[in-house]
Every structure is written in C-alpha cells, then in structure tokens.
C-alpha cells in the first residue's frame, strides 16, 4: 500500500490524503483529532478523493483507510449531525460512490467504526478489520436511527443480526463484524497489511473491465424480475464474451500464458 502522497493533489490540504502506488490508490481518512467524524471536509475531501480514483486510468484497486485509533466515528455531532447541510457530497453520495467504482474498493481497518464509519466499512467491496477494532450503530442512544447506512449494512446483515446491533447500539468485535458479514475478515492488526496486500494480488489477475462487471452484478442483485433479470444478464454475458477483454483472455487461456492486464501488486508496507 503507498505511504507518499503523489504530487499535484488538490486534496493535500483537505482531511483525506489520496496517495498512488502502481495500480493501487490509498484513500485515508486523517482527522485524527475528531476520530475522522463525518465533518462537511472529510466528507467533501472523501468524495472528491474516490471520484478521482474512479477515474484515473492507471488505478485498478482503491484502499479505504485511516490514521489515529478511530476509523470512523461517524456523523460529526458537533454541528448537527446528518442534519447540517451538506456540501459538494453527502453520505448517500459517499456509500453510493464506492459501490458504484468501477474498482475494487477494499477497507482496511485498524480502529473503532460508529454509525455512519459502519457503513463506510460496510459499503467496501472487501473489508479487514483488526482484532482490536470495535463497531457499533450508536444512532439510537442518540435518539436516531441508523437509516442512511441501512441501505448498505442492512443486505449484510441477518435479520436477527440487524435487530440485535440496531436495537442495542451495543459495541461490538472485530470477529463478530465479520461474522456477521459486515466486514469481510478480522485478523491480528499485524495481519491487516498482508491481508490486503494477499486479495490486491489477486485482484489484480482480473480484467478490469470483468471486476466493474461483476460488481454491478452483486449490487444490481434482486432489482429486477427473475424472468428479466435472466434476458438482461444473457445480454451483457454475451456482450462481455465479445469484448476485448474476453478476446485476449480466451487467447491467454490457448496460449497459456497470463494475460495483457495481469500485474503484481506494489510491495506491502503500511498505508498510514
């Protein structure tokens, strides 16, 4: 994961620092002092940063991270909250642009995640969180509801899970995040990096195009008829075997040899 800024950023001097290694963007959250809550800033910056990974050519991975012992500590209580107006982004915009990337978006979480931090980790393709770090959707010990979120958390979640942690608003591990599917693994924090740096590899054997394919498919899950769903699928299914993509793979698979677009990952190293 990079740990040096490129140069030419207009976010060097926002909450987030946006850094590129190879095929890898790290995206971190660095408002240590207000445990990254979701102020106007860092939600503007977080925004401008995955609009910006989602664009660059060169980028075939995107990292979510942090710095300081809190990844998210979700809505910044300080100036109302969700309530506040929003800036340039909003929360739903947040969510909606890291499942819409066209780039595997992978979290890597070291701290402690409330109410709308959750649904940061949520909304992340691939997610590990250290053994360390605590959740918890706190919204309703404040007298709201964890609604925004919802839409991200909620088809991760069991039914009695979801009743259990939104009803509580009890803190809860690492493991049982992970259990319960919010985040994709937990591991020791001194596992975190090689973790990530084992799913990049292994990402990064993908066509990209193939990747931003497959996710729209498991978020575009259940929107449509079966019976439709079926026709629309076997459209682009054979739209994708048409492509170019497809082309080179198939000729790859032949020739057995690995195909244009398969690289190695940067070397692994710490992303704060």
């Known amino acids: 994961m990079p740990d040096t800024p490129t140069p030419d950023t207009a976010l060097d001097s926002t909450p987030v620092r946006y850094t590129e290694t190879g095929p890898v963007a790290t995206i971190t959250l660095d408002q240590p002092a207000k445990r990254n809550a979701l102020t106007t800033a860092l939600v503007d910056a977080l925004g401008d940063a995955l609009a ?79 053994a360390g770090a605590t959740f918890g959707f706190s919204e309703v010990r404040l007298g709201v509801a964890p609604s925004v979120i919802s839409v991200v958390c909620l088809p991760k979640l069991s039914r009695a899970d979801a009743l259990a942690l939104f009803l509580t608003g009890e803190r809860f591990s690492a493991e049982r995040a992970a259990a319960a599917g919010l985040v994709t693994a937990a591991a020791a924090s001194e596992e975190v990096d090689a973790t990530l740096h084992r799913w990049i590899e292994k990402l990064l054997l993908g066509a990209p195009g193939a990747l931003g394919a497959a996710k729209r498919l498991v978020y575009g899950a259940g929107t449509l008829p079966r019976d439709e769903a079926l026709r629309a699928r076997s459209v682009e ?27 190695s990952p940067p070397p692994e190293s710490s992303a704060d």
């Open 237 to 263: 299914s054979a739209e994708l075997f048409r492509g170019e993509e497809a082309t080179e793979g198939m000729a790859a698979f032949r020739e057995r040899r690995s195909p244009r677009w398969a690289t």
């Open 52 to 130: 910006r990974a989602s664009t660059t050519p060169g980028v075939r991975v995107v990292v979510l991270t942090h710095t300081g012992p809190a990844f998210c500590a979700g809505a910044d209580l300080s100036s109302g909250g969700l309530a506040a107006p929003p800036g340039r982004h909003d929360l739903a915009g947040v969510l909606a642009a890291i499942q819409d990337c066209p780039k595997p978006v992978l979290g890597r979480i070291l701290g402690h995640c409330a109410g709308g931090g959750v649904g940061l980790a949520a909304a992340c393709d691939l997610a590990v969180a250290a």
